[in-house]
């Protein structure tokens, strides 16, 4: 690898490395909203008595995926770690070929002959990037898998919110404001889906270029 | 004396009393109606059967007089006058007064001679110059009797005893209950009670001539002695029957045992009226219309409906703790998540029905009001029409029970403090009669009860001036407050803004109690007032206090109950909505309104909750924005009291959370009362 | 390794990345401060522990808000990690004692763009808050800073206040220690590090007199576990009477 292509792949893993700060961040931040929003639709359902009971139900279940949300981001997190670390033990053993390199070139033809030990560990740290990134390839595609399922969650989500539109227009009638209430649910889940979708691409990415 | 058979006796005849008595105020309106002087007469009747029973002497003699003047209102030898309706009311009073001494075990004292007296010319028309109204044939008194009421339903309601030994009648109204099958063995329905009647008489009626009023009108000796017939058989409605085919009912009668009559099965009916000699006199034979209401109704001890109610109240409380044990289960096994979501929902059920036993109509409540805007209104000399809505609206019995003092006190008050004078309203275009309006409303799972009228309304300074002066609150305090909160100083106690001058405020009542009593039924107290316009006091109660709804809460390590019907909503704090004005924090809400900020962190740990520093998490209630750390979740909550705190605490109990641990409930309205006082102090 | 905050008040924040898995490299702690987005990282530790260091640290901040670093003295368990970091993100402006530039760059940074430390001290603006590099030459490094951030009220001691902890250890010293027991229990983990690696009593007492002056709510060290409240001034006090310079008895 040159130089400018090492440095351009550092490039691609420092974006991810800050995408997945940012997502976690928007991810968290939005599923505790989630979190609220529910929580704020079923008092409001429970303060009407029985009335409302069928909101009470989509919200008890938005409530439910929202924890079930954030259980698969909290899997999601556990994999970004490991798949830094892994990137960064690249960057570490890269700039250690990067010293040989050099005394590759300063030392000419006779290298080989004057210190065979050189290339043996040369050829032994090749190995070690190899299998380092065969690793991080292996971490982003179970990551990838991770995205996936917290998106079918998003898309779960999105179905209850819409029930929900249907339930709260049914009970509009009670004056109390729960279309507003389904629309401010409906707003943070599409908060998480877009900062969820972001985040696959980004992953993609580097999926693509880098391997 | 059979205890048993006087506890019958007296919730029955606390019944009878208090239904008398408002039939006795519509009589004012109505003084020709022959339906309500004949149900008058005969609870006068029924009171007096039952006192010979329990051979109270005094008891007899004193509703014997006020039968008596029944008597002859009812066949209109006498008109009714305000003068008979006062005596009769007062007599009513008295009667009570020596209910009571039963209760107590002890024998009643005569009643006040001179109101006797008085009864007695009343009735024998001395005091009241007849004006002799032409004497009419009674009417049909009773039309088919009882209201028909929704078949099925379920009806509940509580009498009482002094002693505090109450009862709960569950009823469940029948359209078609006037076939004898369907009827309950104590009771009869008229239909019965008129073939009984029919059959025991037949054509030989007594006094009368014509065959269609043969039917209407019975000597009363008569009629006792069919009832003494009727209940001394032990209710069986088809016995009574067969034994009166003998055709010799007077010799018949004497050989019913009297002891029989007071047979210990639970009756709403009058059980006691085979003691009564028999007396020649004329009685309508619609006796049982009232008998009819109780059709199908259990009469159940009050102390068992509450064992009911705590089971259930711990069968809530394990269903949590079970849901809390399995949701960690869920996905090890989906039948088990099943078997709980049906439980819950059976629970819920189980829930919902036990609490509507113990639910009864605001009427209990509101029964009494007529006479007491009655007699304040004579006495102040004030003219005022008394409004009641939402009679049959449907409340947890212990806030029926414990909401009649506190009533009475806010229509005195209103009446005393509030409604002006018949000059002063002339002079302020107001019409001379003032209007106070009772009204209960069912708003989803609470009820609100509100008093209000359309006097003077309240002064907020006189309010604030009188409150300084008592030494309620310092006059920095006093700057500081807004103007509800100067108004709800009234709450306070030690607070009257009249020197308990009037015969009608001083009794012990004050406005501090009406808020203990609503705070203690775990209601919401509210004042609103239009100085000039009047003023509404209303005041807010869970459906039921059985079970409560609240959002867990944590603050720093501590999880705490908050009642959900005291949250408007759960808000993210933002920092740049927090102000300070005179000296409070206060914080913007999405409409641009401003609310005090109550940080819980400083009332409860003595610790402000550092925005930045630590999560902080907002509970929007009515009056105030709650700082706490985060909001954990909702349940469905079985109050425990506590009874070791001091009285001024900001909790209203405590439960138990599904993980099973104590968790206290905090009380909103106090915590922003004192919340507020005390950020404000601190300044 | 973990992150987990020191201090926190609005936009301002103090991590910890503590209890690195690498037990054949001394075990180290990498401080974080952050204010209003910015980042600045307070002795980045080894070569070694780097990847592990790194994404600990994006459980904190963004790599991307790293403005600025400071190397407290040349050892490699502090400096090593420099050519890395540099790598990841080239803007960072590294704070180091003027005295040890030739020899940090040595590490393999001749690119790297480094602020000389006088030896007087110095100090730098990290997201519109200030940091003082208080001198604490001969503790143990030749040329040594301190980093104090007055608003925080930490202060970060690199080797001073260094324990040897097992792998799992606490970031702190027990907060909740009424009677001194566990900070006795801590310190005799502390004892010979001091003992042996600090050389200069004159150059202790001096720091002590200087650092008494500071109002400081947590003393940071770059081994063990943080002294916070209470824990500060015994640790204070205990390092007063503690000879150091051991080697040559």
């Known amino acids: 690898m040159t130089p400018e292509q090492l440095t351009r792949q550092q490039e691609r893993v420092m974006e991810v490395v800050n995408a997945s700060f940012r997502a976690r961040q928007d991810i968290d931040r939005a599923l505790r909203e989630i979190d609220r929003r529910a929580l704020n639709a079923m ?16 919200a008890q279940a938005f409530r439910e995926r929202a924890a079930l949300l954030r259980e698969s981001a909290s899997h999601l997190q556990e994999n970004i770690a490991p798949l830094i670390e892994a990137q960064m033990r690249i960057l570490q053993q890269q700039r250690l070929l990067q010293n040989f390199a050099q005394v590759e070139n300063s030392g000419g033809t006779n290298l080989q002959a004057q210190c065979a030990g050189l290339l043996t560990t040369r050829r032994a740290w090749d190995k070690a990037i190899a299998a380092e990134q065969e690793n991080a390839r292996k971490i982003l595609r179970q990551l990838l898998e991770e995205v996936r399922i917290l998106q079918e969650g998003v898309e779960e989500q999105e179905y209850v919110v819409t029930s929900g ?36 691409q980004q992953l993609e990415r580097l999926q693509d270029e880098s391997y | 004396m059979d205890m048993d058979i006087l506890q019958d006796y007296l919730a029955e005849a606390r019944e009878l009393l208090e239904k008398a008595q408002e039939e006795i105020l519509c009589l004012e309106d109505r003084p020709e109606d022959d339906e309500l002087l004949a149900s008058l007469f005969r609870a006068f009747h029924t009171l007096k059967g039952g006192a010979g029973f329990l051979e109270a002497q005094n008891l007899v003699d004193w509703t014997h007089h006020l039968e008596d003047l029944l008597d002859k209102l009812r066949s209109h030898q006498l008109c009714v006058s305000s003068d008979m309706i006062d005596a009769i009311l007062r007599g009513l009073d008295v009667i009570d007064g020596m209910l009571q001494e039963l209760a107590q075990g002890d024998e009643p004292a005569a009643g006040p001679e001179d109101l006797g007296t008085r009864i007695r010319d009343l009735a024998a028309g001395v005091a009241t110059p007849q004006s002799s109204p032409p004497p009419e044939a009674p009417q049909q008194v009773a039309s088919a009797a009882a209201e028909p009421t929704p078949s099925g339903t379920l009806y509940a309601e509580q009498r009482v005893d002094e002693q505090g030994k109450s009862g709960v009648y569950v009823a469940q109204h029948n359209e078609n209950s006037d076939t004898p099958e369907t009827t309950a063995g104590d009771e009869i329905s008229e239909d019965e009670f008129e073939a009984v009647l029919d059959q025991l008489y037949g054509a030989q009626a007594p006094g009368m001539d014509a065959p269609e009023s043969a039917a209407d009108e019975i000597s009363e000796s ?8 009727l209940y001394g058989l032990g209710g069986a409605p088809g016995l009574p029957a067969a034994d009166t085919q003998q055709n010799h009912p007077a010799t018949r009668m004497h050989d019913v045992p009297i002891a029989a009559a007071a047979s210990p099965a639970p009756s709403a009916a009058p059980a006691a009226t085979a003691g009564e000699p028999p007396k020649p006199k004329a009685a309508p034979r619609t006796v049982t219309s009232a008998a009819s209401e109780v059709e199908n109704t259990l009469r159940v001890d009050a102390a068992r409906l509450d064992a009911v109610m705590n089971q259930v109240g711990e069968l809530v409380l394990l269903r949590n703790r079970l849901s809390s044990a399995i949701s960690s289960l869920l996905d090890e096994n989906e039948d088990l998540g099943r078997i709980a979501r049906e439980m819950d929902l059976s629970v819920n059920d189980l829930q919902v029905n036990a609490m509507r036993l113990r639910m009864q109509p605001c009427k209990r409540i509101f029964q009494q009001l007529p006479r007491v805007v009655r007699d304040a209104s004579r006495q102040l000399g004030k003219n005022v029409q008394l409004e009641i809505i939402g009679e049959e609206v449907e409340i947890d019995k212990a806030v029926v029970d414990a909401l009649s003092g506190p009533m009475t006190h806010l229509i005195r008050n209103s009446l005393d403090h509030g409604i002006e004078t018949p000059e002063q309203r002339r002079a302020l275009h107001k019409p001379e009669t003032a209007t106070i309006r009772v009204a209960a409303i069912h708003l989803g799972d609470r009820v609100r009860i509100e008093v209000s009228d359309d006097g003077r309304g309240i002064d907020r300074q006189i309010v604030l001036q009188k409150a300084i002066e008592k030494g309620v609150v310092s006059s920095e305090q006093a700057a500081r407050l807004s103007e509800q909160e100067a108004l709800e100083l009234i709450f306070r106690p030690g607070f009257s803004t009249k020197e308990q001058a009037t015969e009608l405020s001083g009794r012990g009542v004050g406005m501090d109690v009406v808020k203990e009593t609503v705070h203690k039924l775990r209601g919401q107290l509210d004042i609103r007032t239009n100085l000039g316009a009047g003023t509404t006091i209303s005041m807010e109660f869970p459906l039921t206090l059985a079970i409560l709804p609240v959002l867990y809460l944590r603050l720093r390590r501590e999880t705490y109950a908050l009642p959900v019907n005291a949250i408007e909503s759960l808000v993210e704090i933002q920092e740049t909505r927090i102000h300070r004005m005179q000296g409070r924090s206060v914080y913007r809400v999405d409409d641009g309104e401003v609310t005090p900020m109550i940080d819980l962190g400083e009332l409860l740990h003595g610790r402000k909750l550092r925005l930045g520093r630590e999560p902080i998490e907002g509970i929007q209630t009515e009056r105030g924005l709650l700082l706490i750390s985060e909001v954990l979740g909702n349940e469905d909550s079985v109050v425990k009291p506590l009874d070791f705190l001091d009285k001024e605490n900001w909790y209203q109990g405590a439960t138990i ?4 641990n104590v968790v206290l409930i905090l009380d909103a309205q106090a915590l922003s009362r004192h919340g507020i006082e005390r950020m404000g102090a601190a300044r | 390794m973990k992150a987990t905050k020191v201090f926190e008040a609005k936009d301002h924040r103090w991590w910890i990345l503590y209890d690195q898995e690498e037990s054949r490299v001394i075990d180290s702690n990498v401080y974080v401060m952050e204010s209003q987005g910015q980042a600045f990282l307070l002795d980045p530790g080894g070569f070694e522990i780097f990847p592990q260091v790194f994404a600990a640290l994006v459980e904190a901040v963004p790599p991307a808000s790293i403005q600025g670093a400071f190397v407290s003295h040349q050892d490699p368990d502090i400096a090593s990690s420099l050519p890395l970091w540099h790598a990841c ?100 983990k502390a004892r010979y590090f001091h003992q042996r690696w600090m050389p200069s009593n004159r150059a202790k007492d001096d720091w002590i007199e200087r650092v008494r002056k500071l109002e400081i709510d947590y003393l940071c060290p770059q081994h063990g576990a943080i002294y916070s409240g209470p824990q500060v001034q015994r640790f204070l006090d205990w390092f007063a009477t503690l000879p150091v310079g051991n080697g040559i008895a």
């Open chain 1, 43 to 58: 008092v409001l359902v429970k303060k009407h008595g029985n009335a409302l009971a069928g909101y009470g139900v989509v």
């Open chain 2, 222 to 229: 008569e009629f006792e002695a069919a009832l003494d017939q």
């Open chain 3, 89 to 188: 993100n080239p803007k960072i402006q590294w704070h180091i004692p003027a005295l040890w530039e030739g020899f940090i760059r040595h590490y393999g940074a001749l690119e790297a763009p480094l602020q000389d430390i006088p030896d007087a001290g110095g100090n730098t603006l990290i997201g519109g808050r200030r940091l003082e590099f208080i001198p604490a030459h001969y503790l143990h490094s030749s040329a040594n800073f301190h980093v104090y951030d007055p608003e925080a009220k930490v202060l970060f001691t690199g080797d001073v206040g260094a324990a040897l902890l097992p792998p799992g250890h606490s970031a702190w010293v027990d907060r909740r220690d009424v009677d001194g027991k566990s900070f006795a229990a801590h310190i005799e």
């Open chain 2, 657 to 660: 959370s599904g993980r099973g």
């Open chain 1, 165 to 200: 539109r249907i339930e709260a227009a049914l009970v509009e009638a009670s004056g109390v404001p729960l279309m507003r209430v389904s629309r401010d649910m409906g707003e943070a889940v599409r908060i998480v889906a877009r900062a969820v979708r972001d985040y696959r």
